[in-house]
Nanobody
Framework: QVHLVESGGGLVQPGGSLRLSCAASGTIFSTNYMGWHRQAPGKQREWVAGISSGDFTNYVDSVKGRFTISKDNAKNTVYLQMNSLKPEDAAVYYC???????????????WGQGTQVTVSS
């Protein structure tokens, strides 16, 4: 059983910062790609950022230069540092991870339950 738990969401003023965390727990042999996604009310969920096992990162254009994704392999945790937040960044943020439970298993995708980010003055 694998669980992803996000934390760090909250209310922040425009221009402010938040740091989201997502910790994976359970039976984990290895973790491959990890990512952050968001879903605003009335909109489809969109991919925001991702980080590979080799620490290659990529971002959706709307957050480049403002958000930074990183990870701590020892803690099976991925982070999203969000700076210069805008009202349009407000959404429920979800993390995902491709995790292999046993050496011979394929990687399966797991999702967290989401954390709310509100950007408002």
């Amino acid at each position: 059983q694998v669980h992803l738990v996000e934390s760090g969401g909250g209310l922040v003023q425009p221009g402010g910062s938040l740091r989201l965390s997502c910790a994976a727990s359970g039976t984990i042999f290895s973790t491959n790609y990890m990512g952050w996604h968001r879903q605003a009310p009335g909109k489809q969920r969109e991919w925001v950022a991702g980080i590979s096992s080799g620490d290659f990162t990529n971002y959706v254009d709307s957050v480049k230069g403002r958000f930074t994704i990183s990870k701590d392999n020892a803690k099976n945790t991925v982070y999203l540092q969000m700076n210069s937040l805008k009202p349009e960044d407000a959404a429920v943020y979800y993390c995902s991870a491709a995790i292999r439970i046993r050496p011979d298993d394929p990687y399966d995708d797991y999702w967290g339950q989401g954390t709310q980010v509100t950007v408002s003055s």
